[in-house]
């Protein structure tokens, strides 16, 4: 089973920061496109951001300004540095292996998955 293992959520004041990380096995790294998704109290799962083979990234309206992705293909190991948080950004969040747009990084959606993360806890306090 594939196995991609996020990292580094907690719990921060509204206003804080925290960097997630997730790391992939390397033929998975290196075959797809990575995306995060969050999943608030009941609330559906929402695509975040993502970054293609080529670094380029794609955000959700709700995180442009607030959010990075970016990767390291020497640690096959993609993370989303999340700034100003808000406590409407509570939630678990999940990286993916997305299959890849030929037009380009877009949103990521739930039917481009090819392999999902466990998820990591965040919560933001105010």
């Known amino acids: 089973q594939v196995q991609l293992v996020e990292s580094g959520g907690g719990s921060v004041q509204a206003g804080g920061s925290l960097r997630l990380s997730c790391s992939a096995p390397?033929?998975?790294?290196?075959?797809?496109?990575l995306g995060w998704f969050r999943q608030g109290p009941g609330t559906e799962r929402e695509g975040i951001a993502t970054i293609n083979k080529g670094g380029t990234t794609y955000y959700a309206d709700f995180v442009k300004g607030r959010f990075s992705i970016s990767k390291d293909d020497a640690k096959n190991t993609v993370y989303l540095e999340m700034n100003t948080l808000k406590p409407e950004d509570t939630a678990t969040y999940y990286c993916?292996?997305?299959?890849?747009?030929?037009?380009?990084?877009?949103?990521?959606?739930?039917?481009?998955?090819?392999?999902w993360g466990q998820g990591t806890q965040v919560t933001v306090s105010s």
């Open positions: 993916a292996a997305l299959s890849c747009d030929t037009r380009g990084p877009t949103l990521p959606t739930i039917p481009s998955v090819i392999h």
């Open positions: 390397g033929y998975v790294y290196k075959s797809y496109c």
